[in-house]
């Protein structure tokens, strides 16, 4: 599948700006963890280093990162899945809503599009696709649907 430009364009973008960010690994995860969820399509694709796979799942936020304000503006933040895995949302806020009262130990819920990278990988089309031609996505906030 032919990806277009934009799409590439936000996953290095996102790639690049999670620089600040390391990885879990096994030896310095919390006890604690997100609620469990079925995380099962999201933790193959994450396994099998798949991307352009359509996912949903749970996972407690673990770091907010500053707004990605280059082109398309995006939300972006870590989420720790059950299984300690870590993923990179980052959510258009320019053809969906913001998450205001977004903070570190949060639960959200998410539907959209993963794209495998060496830091576990990034979400994205957690929106509406205004043209019609991609699944709408969202991300669910204490009982608030953003989409």
């Not at 673990?62 to 980052?90: C, E, W, Y």
């Amino acid at each position: 599948m032919k990806k277009s430009l934009p799409i590439i364009a936000l996953a290095i973008a996102a790639f690049l700006a999670w620089g600040e960010y390391a990885p879990e690994t096994a030896d310095t995860r919390s006890q604690s963890s997100p609620p469990q969820q079925n995380n099962s399509a999201l933790e193959d694709a994450i396994a099998a280093q798949r991307s352009d796979v359509q996912v949903q799942g749970t996972g407690k936020v673990v770091k907010v990162l500053p707004d990605d304000n280059k082109g398309s503006r995006h939300q972006r933040f870590i989420l720790k899945l059950s299984s300690g895995n870590t993923i990179l949302i980052a959510h258009n806020i320019d053809l969906a809503p913001k998450i205001q009262t977004l903070r570190n130990g949060d639960t959200v819920s998410f539907y959209g599009e993963f794209e495998w990278n060496s830091r576990g990988g990034v979400v994205h089309w957690t929106h509406a696709d205004p043209g019609g031609r991609h699944v709408g996505g969202w991300l669910k906030h204490q009982g608030k649907t953003y989409q």
